[in-house]
Nanobody, 122 residues
Framework: QVQLVESGGGLVQAGGSLRLSCATS????????MAWFRQAPGKEREFVAA????????NYADSVKGRFTISRDNAKNTIYLQMNSLKPEDTAVYYC???????????????WGQGTQVTVSS
């Protein structure tokens, strides 16, 4: 089992920045790829970004390319999502996920955190 705990969400004005963190515990010696998804009220869960275990490969949704950056610190068992130039449409609950893929489909990830709320005001 792998446990994932997100933090760093909050309320920010449009154009602002936030950094989300996802701390992992449990079977962290296994080489999981990691990802961020988000879900807005009334919408399906949406892929945001993914990163390979080594950090050498990343994948982004078109809607966040150039604004968001995913990274990881394996020594700290933590992944990050730096979000810049935030827009009201980025408002959602953001979830951290672990799996053996960097694909954009939720079914590719076996473990999920509880989520952290990000609200961007206009």
């Amino acid at each position: 089992q792998v446990q994932l705990v997100e933090s760093g969400g909050g309320l920010v004005q449009a154009g602002g920045s936030l950094r989300l963190s996802c701390a992992t515990s449990g079977r962290t010696h296994l080489t999981y790829n990691m990802a961020w998804f988000r879900q807005a009220p009334g919408k399906e869960r949406e892929f945001v970004a993914a990163i390979s275990w080594s950090g050498s490969s990343t994948n982004y949704a078109d809607s966040v390319k150039g604004r968001f950056t995913i990274s990881r610190d394996n020594a700290k068992n933590t992944i990050y999502l730096q979000m810049n130039s935030l827009k009201p449409e980025d408002t959602a609950v953001y979830y951290c996920a672990a799996g053996w893929t960097t694909a954009s489909t939720p079914s590719g990830y076996a473990y999920w955190g509880q989520g952290t709320q990000v609200t961007v005001s206009s």
